[in-house]
């Protein structure tokens, strides 16, 4: 079975159209400090739909959780995961970067949560959406997700 990092991956991977000129959604694993380092298109003019999308995966702790037998039955997996999009530090207003982003962002992760647990029997127990604004050298726009996922051993 793939681990949680392979399967957000390859659901990211999924959210492009069969073969794009440039893919839309992409993804990256590594500790906050590793994501600011990341070159992103310049694309705040475009409009939202046409935008780049990062899913940054910041850390995931696996927690085996074993029966009487000593046997691994599940494991819960708690992480923290980013859904950006660019934006403008000049944008006039917070509740700018809502309407425009984040509220658009936040139902991007609920159609992504929902494509967690689409198979594999993966349980989602947590799933805490924090909104963030220009964050990085980059200025992106979004959530922060903490979230908690059992997975059958």
Known sequence: MAS???KIQNLVNELNPPAPAE???HYAYGKDHWQNLADHSKDENKPF???NKYFKLLWVDDDPRFNSYSAAESIKC???LLILASSKLS???YEYKYEVHIKKL???AM???NMITDCDNYQVT???MIEVENIYDENLDGLKVQFSINIPA
């Open 126 to 128: 947590r799933w805490k």
């Open 4 to 6: 949680l990092q392979e």
């Open 106 to 108: 936040k139902e991007l």
């Open 23 to 25: 893919p839309l959604f």
């Open 49 to 51: 739909e046409e935008r």
């Open 78 to 80: 708690d992480g923290e």
């Open 111 to 113: 159609q992504f949560v």
């Open 91 to 93: 944008d006039p207003s």
